[in-house]
């Protein structure tokens, strides 16, 4: 059963940075793109930025490119996002899914996302 554990999340003042890491278990994720999403207190979840099985070229949503980068270590079954400059508006609750098998990002989300995570909380305020 595919599982991924979402971890590194907390309290950060704007400015400041967090990364958050994003284990993935039951599953061989070499054959997946793994994508990062956040929702919002009130609002729906939305895609954050999402990293293929091989191509080297990362997706991101506009409101984090720059700021976050998203990376993959599949030795570790680890994919990472790492933000920077955070806003209060980046104050959410952080998932990753894993696309469908064989297909690569659809821009920056997966596609067909589906085994999400629990979540881990960023909240960024002063």
């Known amino acids: 059963q595919a599982q991924f554990v979402e971890s590194g999340g907390g309290l950060v003042q704007p400015g400041g940075s967090l990364n958050l890491s994003c284990v993935a278990s039951?599953?061989?994720?070499?054959?997946?793109?793994i994508g990062w999403f956040r929702q919002a207190p009130g609002k729906e979840r939305e895609g954050v930025s999402c990293?293929?099985?091989?191509?080297?070229?990362?997706f991101y949503a506009d409101s984090v490119r720059g700021r976050f980068t998203i990376s993959r270590d599949n030795a570790k079954k680890t994919v990472y996002l790492q933000m920077n400059s955070l806003k209060s508006e980046d104050t959410a609750v952080y998932y990753c899914?894993?696309?469908?098998?064989?297909?690569?990002?659809?821009?920056?989300?997966?596609?067909?996302?589906?085994?999400w995570g629990q979540g881990t909380q960023v909240t960024v305020s002063s």
């Open positions: 039951g599953f061989t994720m070499d054959h997946y793109a």
């Open positions: 990293i293929g099985q091989s191509d080297p070229r990362p």
């Open positions: 899914a894993r696309g469908r098998l064989g297909y690569y990002c659809s821009g920056y989300v997966p596609y067909e996302p589906t085994d």
